[in-house]
């Protein structure tokens, strides 16, 4: 299908993207990749009257470890996250979630930051973010503030992000020794959206315990779950099987999911705990050092 008309922008500077954001108030769209919003734009779910294409900024693309946190530019493609050596080594997470994005076709244009911008609860990052208690640079006319995860995603597609307003940075904490995180997706086939995924961050104190966990739930609900239950439930505790077992179902009570092609409400429910499960045995067997 052929979208509607458009006035297309590409800004070589930061100032210059939002200048044109600011000009055109309800009427101009952030281009990153283009895997969500072409779609959109082509099958006329949405339109816009300017699109403001940021794939000529420089210095939006990066993944460096700086000042306690790992920074990523809004504009950092799956595929650079996929095959960082750093990402790979140290935030298996975040790894273990860019190579279940999708197909390695729409990983070498997607952008970590159109992920979490498109505010999708079925995109495989919010969750991640969630449990890892990352952080989200936005940059409007007046400059850069930071947004905690867990208040950036507001509604379905809504995100705290300003019309005015660009994702420059995504900050992740640098994990503390005896961590470990793991990312358990289920999909109908290779490339597909999340029937029910888990995102768990866990960080063992000196004696096994839990010191600190994070788990986050993809296409659960309207908005990315966090499951804050889990989380408390976790903490202090040793990770045994029935410790395991318990702060699944917790993670799975936090789940609202719809039914769709996908499955049904209790299916994925179900799924949502058994998903869970294996994270965190995966967390802790990567926090041990495995
Ligand atoms: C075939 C296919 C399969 C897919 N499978 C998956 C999957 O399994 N898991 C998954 O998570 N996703 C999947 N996706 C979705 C896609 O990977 C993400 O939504 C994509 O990463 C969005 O990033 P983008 O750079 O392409 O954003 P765009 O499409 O360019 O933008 C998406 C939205 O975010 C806004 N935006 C983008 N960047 C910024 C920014 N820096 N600041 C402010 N606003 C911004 C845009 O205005 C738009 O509203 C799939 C897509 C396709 C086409």
Known sequence: MIPGAFDYHSPKTLAEALELLVKNP???????????????????????????????????????EDGGFLRIGGRTREAAIEHSELVRKRYRLLADTAEVIADPLVRNLATIGGNLAHGDPANDHPATMLAYG???????????????VEKFFTGLFETALAPDEILTEIRIPVPPPRSGGAYVKLERKVGDFATAASAVQLTLGPGGEVERAGIGLTNAGPTPVHATAAEEF???????ANAIVEASKLAAQAASPSADRRGTVEYKKAMARVLTARALNRAVARAQGA
């Open 134 to 148: 990352a952080r989200i640079v936005a940059t409007g006319p007046k400059g850069a503030r930071e947004i905690p």
């Open 26 to 64: 309800d009427d101009a769209k952030v281009l990153s990749g283009g895997q969500s919003l072409l779609p959109l734009l082509k099958l006329r779910l949405g339109s816009t009257g300017h699109l403001v294409d940021i794939g000529k900024i420089p210095d939006l693309e990066y993944i460096r």
């Open 234 to 240: 976790l903490r202090g505790k040793r990770p045994d």
